[in-house]
């Protein structure tokens, strides 16, 4: 079973970027796609990012060209780089496969967008 941690949350500006990591470990945790989610302040978790073993990736639109997921399989670590911040974004940030397992959840990282 694959366990996962995130961090990199924290309070940023309107305009600002920070980057969340996804640690990854358990039985075959390098060898799946894997996604970023997030769940805003009373709102369903939704989908934002995808990167599968090979590196390809896609994304929801409202975080296309301001998102960049990537992954380390021999660290077995996934990224979020996220630019251009806004209070939309605000959110707790979870990884998980993709699709994701519902055992597999973690705590998540919260992501406050705010001046």
């Known amino acids: 079973q694959v366990q996962l941690v995130e961090s990199g949350g924290g309070l940023v500006q309107p305009g600002g970027f920070l980057r969340l990591s996804c640690a990854a470990s358990?039985?075959?945790?390098?060898?799946?796609?894997m996604g970023w989610y997030r769940q805003a302040p009373g709102k369903q978790r939704e989908w934002v990012a995808t990167?599968?073993?090979?590196?390809?990736?896609n994304y929801v639109n409202s975080v296309r060209g301001r998102f960049t997921i990537s992954r380390d399989n021999a660290k077995n670590t996934v990224y979020l780089q996220m630019n251009s911040l806004t209070p939309e974004d605000t959110a707790v940030y979870y990884c998980?496969?993709?699709?994701?397992?519902?055992?597999?959840w973690g705590q998540g990282t919260l992501v406050t967008v705010s001046s």
């Open positions: 358990g039985r075959g945790s390098s060898i799946y796609a």
């Open positions: 998980n496969k993709a699709p994701p397992l519902d055992n597999a």
């Open positions: 990167i599968t073993v090979g590196g390809s990736t």
